[in-house]
Protein backbone atom coordinates (compact mmCIF):
# COMPACT_ATOMS: atom_id res chain seq x y z
CA UNK A 1 0.00 0.00 0.00
CA UNK A 2 2.88 2.50 1.04
CA UNK A 3 4.65 1.63 -2.49
CA UNK A 4 1.54 2.42 -4.37
CA UNK A 5 1.17 5.76 -2.35
CA UNK A 6 4.61 6.73 -3.51
CA UNK A 7 4.17 5.70 -6.45
CA UNK A 8 1.03 7.85 -6.68
CA UNK A 9 2.11 10.93 -5.17
CA UNK A 10 5.39 10.67 -7.79
CA UNK A 11 2.53 10.89 -10.53
CA UNK A 12 1.20 13.67 -9.08
CA UNK A 13 4.27 15.87 -9.07
CA UNK A 14 5.18 14.82 -12.75
CA UNK A 15 1.73 15.73 -13.40
CA UNK A 16 2.21 19.39 -11.34
CA UNK A 17 5.12 19.46 -13.46
CA UNK A 18 4.01 19.03 -16.83
CA UNK A 19 1.23 21.38 -16.14
CA UNK A 20 3.79 24.05 -15.40
CA UNK A 21 5.54 23.28 -18.25
CA UNK A 22 2.35 23.66 -20.67
CA UNK A 23 1.62 27.12 -19.00
CA UNK A 24 5.45 28.57 -19.57
CA UNK A 25 6.78 26.32 -22.46
CA UNK A 26 9.60 29.50 -22.97
CA UNK A 27 10.36 29.75 -18.96
CA UNK A 28 13.54 27.60 -17.87
CA UNK A 29 12.17 27.93 -14.67
CA UNK A 30 9.14 25.72 -15.73
CA UNK A 31 11.58 23.06 -17.41
CA UNK A 32 13.00 23.04 -14.00
CA UNK A 33 10.27 22.05 -12.39
CA UNK A 34 9.53 19.18 -14.55
CA UNK A 35 13.18 18.28 -13.75
CA UNK A 36 12.12 17.92 -10.38
CA UNK A 37 9.47 16.32 -9.97
CA UNK A 38 10.93 12.69 -11.12
CA UNK A 39 13.97 13.39 -9.16
CA UNK A 40 14.25 10.44 -6.82
CA UNK A 41 11.83 8.06 -9.50
CA UNK A 42 12.69 4.51 -10.92
CA UNK A 43 13.19 6.24 -13.94
CA UNK A 44 15.62 8.71 -12.68
CA UNK A 45 17.83 5.77 -11.11
CA UNK A 46 17.43 4.49 -14.89
CA UNK A 47 19.35 6.84 -16.08
CA UNK A 48 21.94 7.58 -13.70
CA UNK A 49 22.50 3.75 -13.97
CA UNK A 50 23.19 4.19 -17.55
CA UNK A 51 24.93 7.10 -17.77
CA UNK A 52 27.52 5.92 -14.60
CA UNK A 53 28.18 2.90 -16.67
CA UNK A 54 29.62 4.94 -19.52
CA UNK A 55 33.63 5.03 -19.23
CA UNK A 56 34.02 8.74 -19.95
CA UNK A 57 31.89 9.40 -17.36
CA UNK A 58 33.47 6.75 -15.00
CA UNK A 59 36.81 8.57 -15.59
CA UNK A 60 35.66 12.17 -14.98
CA UNK A 61 34.40 11.08 -11.71
CA UNK A 62 37.35 8.97 -10.87
CA UNK A 63 39.44 11.46 -11.80
CA UNK A 64 37.66 14.20 -9.95
CA UNK A 65 37.37 16.62 -13.29
CA UNK A 66 35.55 19.52 -13.57
CA UNK A 67 35.35 22.12 -16.23
CA UNK A 68 37.26 25.00 -16.22
CA UNK A 69 35.20 28.65 -15.21
CA UNK A 70 33.49 29.88 -18.80
CA UNK A 71 34.85 32.87 -20.79
CA UNK A 72 32.51 33.98 -23.14
CA UNK A 73 34.91 36.75 -24.12
CA UNK A 74 38.11 34.69 -24.25
CA UNK A 75 36.15 31.46 -26.40
CA UNK A 76 34.62 34.23 -28.67
CA UNK A 77 38.22 35.00 -29.38
CA UNK A 78 38.93 31.54 -31.12
CA UNK A 79 38.87 30.76 -34.42
CA UNK A 80 35.53 31.14 -36.12
CA UNK A 81 34.23 27.33 -37.01
CA UNK A 82 35.50 26.32 -33.62
CA UNK A 83 33.39 25.04 -30.54
CA UNK A 84 34.35 27.47 -28.04
CA UNK A 85 33.73 30.52 -30.72
CA UNK A 86 30.23 28.71 -31.86
CA UNK A 87 29.15 28.06 -28.12
CA UNK A 88 29.68 31.76 -26.81
CA UNK A 89 28.21 33.52 -29.65
CA UNK A 90 25.04 31.40 -29.53
CA UNK A 91 25.11 32.16 -25.97
CA UNK A 92 25.88 35.69 -26.46
CA UNK A 93 22.82 35.89 -29.18
CA UNK A 94 20.83 34.63 -26.58
CA UNK A 95 21.94 36.74 -23.92
CA UNK A 96 22.50 33.77 -21.57
CA UNK A 97 25.52 33.73 -19.22
CA UNK A 98 27.39 30.97 -17.66
CA UNK A 99 26.76 31.55 -14.58
CA UNK A 100 22.76 30.59 -15.30
CA UNK A 101 23.67 27.53 -17.09
CA UNK A 102 26.72 26.13 -14.40
CA UNK A 103 24.47 24.47 -11.00
CA UNK A 104 26.67 26.29 -7.57
CA UNK A 105 25.54 23.36 -5.66
CA UNK A 106 28.45 21.36 -4.30
CA UNK A 107 29.13 17.43 -5.95
CA UNK A 108 29.27 15.37 -3.01
CA UNK A 109 28.25 12.33 -5.07
CA UNK A 110 27.80 10.41 -8.25
CA UNK A 111 24.66 11.39 -9.02
CA UNK A 112 25.30 14.80 -8.12
CA UNK A 113 28.40 14.70 -11.40
CA UNK A 114 25.40 13.43 -13.26
CA UNK A 115 23.17 16.35 -12.57
CA UNK A 116 25.73 19.36 -13.18
CA UNK A 117 26.95 17.49 -15.94
CA UNK A 118 23.90 17.26 -17.95
CA UNK A 119 22.98 20.73 -17.26
CA UNK A 120 26.35 22.01 -18.42
CA UNK A 121 26.84 20.50 -21.35
CA UNK A 122 23.04 21.25 -22.81
CA UNK A 123 23.88 24.36 -24.74
CA UNK A 124 27.46 22.51 -25.83
CA UNK A 125 25.00 19.73 -26.94
CA UNK A 126 22.88 22.25 -28.95
CA UNK A 127 26.04 23.70 -30.56
CA UNK A 128 27.18 19.75 -32.33
CA UNK A 129 24.04 18.57 -32.91
CA UNK A 130 22.76 21.99 -34.76
CA UNK A 131 19.60 21.80 -33.23
CA UNK A 132 18.38 25.18 -32.65
CA UNK A 133 16.55 27.02 -29.50
CA UNK A 134 13.86 27.39 -30.78
CA UNK A 135 10.73 25.10 -29.65
CA UNK A 136 11.23 23.05 -32.32
CA UNK A 137 14.60 22.91 -31.62
CA UNK A 138 14.76 22.06 -28.09
CA UNK A 139 12.72 18.89 -28.66
CA UNK A 140 14.66 17.88 -31.30
CA UNK A 141 17.63 18.21 -28.63
CA UNK A 142 15.32 16.72 -26.27
CA UNK A 143 14.70 13.20 -28.33
CA UNK A 144 18.71 13.43 -29.11
CA UNK A 145 18.90 13.16 -24.96
CA UNK A 146 16.29 10.75 -24.78
CA UNK A 147 18.16 8.64 -27.24
CA UNK A 148 21.48 8.97 -25.23
CA UNK A 149 21.05 9.55 -22.21
CA UNK A 150 17.70 7.96 -20.76
CA UNK A 151 16.40 11.38 -19.79
CA UNK A 152 13.12 10.94 -18.04
CA UNK A 153 13.16 14.71 -18.18
CA UNK A 154 13.29 14.19 -22.25
CA UNK A 155 10.42 12.01 -22.28
CA UNK A 156 7.83 14.27 -20.39
CA UNK A 157 9.30 17.59 -22.35
CA UNK A 158 8.62 15.97 -25.83
CA UNK A 159 5.09 14.80 -24.58
CA UNK A 160 4.81 18.65 -22.94
CA UNK A 161 5.78 19.48 -26.66
CA UNK A 162 3.48 17.25 -28.91
CA UNK A 163 0.57 18.29 -26.10
CA UNK A 164 1.62 22.31 -26.32
CA UNK A 165 1.18 22.16 -30.44
CA UNK A 166 -1.85 20.25 -30.22
CA UNK A 167 -3.23 22.31 -27.59
CA UNK A 168 -2.64 25.05 -29.78
CA UNK A 169 -3.84 24.25 -33.07
CA UNK A 170 -0.65 24.05 -34.26
CA UNK A 171 0.90 21.48 -37.25
CA UNK A 172 3.06 18.82 -35.77
CA UNK A 173 5.17 18.35 -39.06
CA UNK A 174 8.03 19.83 -37.89
CA UNK A 175 7.82 18.58 -34.10
CA UNK A 176 7.83 15.19 -35.92
CA UNK A 177 10.52 15.49 -38.33
CA UNK A 178 12.68 17.00 -35.34
CA UNK A 179 12.05 14.18 -33.13
CA UNK A 180 12.91 11.91 -35.35
CA UNK A 181 16.04 13.01 -36.34
CA UNK A 182 17.01 13.96 -33.03
CA UNK A 183 16.46 9.41 -31.71
CA UNK A 184 18.11 8.85 -34.81
CA UNK A 185 21.41 11.19 -34.12
CA UNK A 186 21.50 10.12 -30.53
CA UNK A 187 21.24 6.43 -31.25
CA UNK A 188 24.33 6.49 -33.74
CA UNK A 189 26.44 8.94 -32.02
CA UNK A 190 28.47 8.46 -29.17
CA UNK A 191 27.90 9.73 -25.85
CA UNK A 192 28.49 13.03 -26.45
CA UNK A 193 28.03 14.34 -22.55
CA UNK A 194 31.00 11.84 -21.49
CA UNK A 195 33.60 13.82 -23.21
CA UNK A 196 35.63 16.61 -21.57
CA UNK A 197 34.27 18.95 -24.07
CA UNK A 198 35.24 21.94 -22.16
CA UNK A 199 39.04 21.30 -22.59
CA UNK A 200 39.21 21.60 -26.47
CA UNK A 201 37.12 24.34 -27.06
CA UNK A 202 39.27 25.38 -29.65
CA UNK A 203 38.68 22.77 -31.93
CA UNK A 204 36.69 22.73 -34.62
CA UNK A 205 33.34 21.80 -34.63
CA UNK A 206 33.99 19.24 -37.94
CA UNK A 207 36.73 17.41 -35.84
CA UNK A 208 34.08 17.09 -32.92
CA UNK A 209 31.27 15.44 -34.93
CA UNK A 210 33.16 13.12 -36.53
CA UNK A 211 34.50 11.42 -33.67
CA UNK A 212 31.37 11.47 -31.93
CA UNK A 213 29.79 10.44 -34.96
CA UNK A 214 27.75 12.99 -35.42
CA UNK A 215 26.37 13.98 -39.01
CA UNK A 216 27.87 16.91 -40.53
CA UNK A 217 25.51 19.62 -41.09
CA UNK A 218 24.55 21.38 -44.71
CA UNK A 219 23.76 24.97 -44.81
Known amino acids: MLFNLKERLQALRM ?8 QHPDDLQSVYAVAASIQGSPMAAQMMRHLLSQPGLAAMISDHWRPAPIDL ?4 QLPEGSLGHCYASQLKAQGITPQTLIDPAPISGDQDFIVHRLKETHDIVHVLTGFGVDGVGEIGLQAFNLAQNRSPLAVLLIFGGMLKNLQDDQPLEALLHAISRGFEMGLQAKCVVSYRLEDAWERSLLDWRRELNLPELTA
Open 15 to 22: LKGLGTFL
Open 73 to 76: DALE
